[in-house]
């Protein structure tokens, strides 16, 4: 049966919440933040401009590099979780797409964010927590056997949206794991998260994307 126009009226106006929300707390640039209170400089100066861990990480701080990574998962597991306790699932879903837009498009940075990786994991562990730690396992895998970050990242996200799709479809115990809208929601994060990888891909194609732990 077809929502009425009355309940589609009512809920728009909270999704729509529930997206700012999310996006206010994903443009917090906290790669930004931490590089400068460390005295490392505006690292959009530093290697490839970009504000994530990765980037980060070519200040030579690993500490920085690991609690900019940390902060940017948690923001988007901060957003869901709050649109969830405070008005249920459909905002937290639309809240975490939120934060994934944020990130990636900060209108404090003139839209000029990361890649949305980290985010998009955090935002997937309050979404479906065995789901976040299957993506975090597929990428740590896809790491050690490639040797190149995105692509595992790329890959890892990309079958934890297959999966997501599967279980959605697999009552009862999948229903636990993933539901529609939730796949539809983790497909749009991914294809977000890709195409922000526009470059890394042009650079596997050309096998000329730097492995871990490699000159950039």
Do not use: Q
């Amino acid at each position: 049966m077809p929502a009425s126009p009355y309940a589609i009226a009512v809920v728009w106006p909270w999704l729509l919440a529930g997206l700012a929300f999310g996006y206010l707390l994903g443009s917090i640039p906290f790669g930004l933040i931490f590089t400068r209170l460390a005295g490392l400089g505006d690292i959009r100066k530093v290697g490839s401009g970009n504000i994530g861990a990765t980037n980060v990480l070519r200040t030579g701080s690993k500490g920085i590099a690991a609690a900019t990574l940390l902060a940017d998962a948690a923001k988007g597991a901060a957003a869901v979780l709050l649109a969830a306790w405070y008005a249920g699932e459909p905002v937290s879903l639309a809240a975490g797409l939120g934060a994934v837009l944020g990130h990636c498009f900060p209108v404090w940075l003139r839209f000029k964010g990361g890649k949305g990786v980290a985010t998009t994991l955090g935002t997937l562990l309050a979404w479906s927590w065995p789901l976040g730690i299957l993506a975090c396992l597929l990428w740590l895998l896809l790491a050690a056997l490639f040797r190149i970050s995105s692509l595992s990242a790329l890959l890892g996200l990309a079958l934890t949206a297959g999966l997501a799709w599967l279980f959605a479809f697999v009552p009862p115990w999948g229903y636990a794991l993933s539901s529609l809208p939730l796949a539809i929601m983790l497909s749009l994060v991914v294809a977000l998260v890709w195409a922000m990888h526009h470059e890394n891909i042009t650079r596997l194609l050309a096998g000329t994307e730097p492995k871990i732990g490699g000159a950039d």
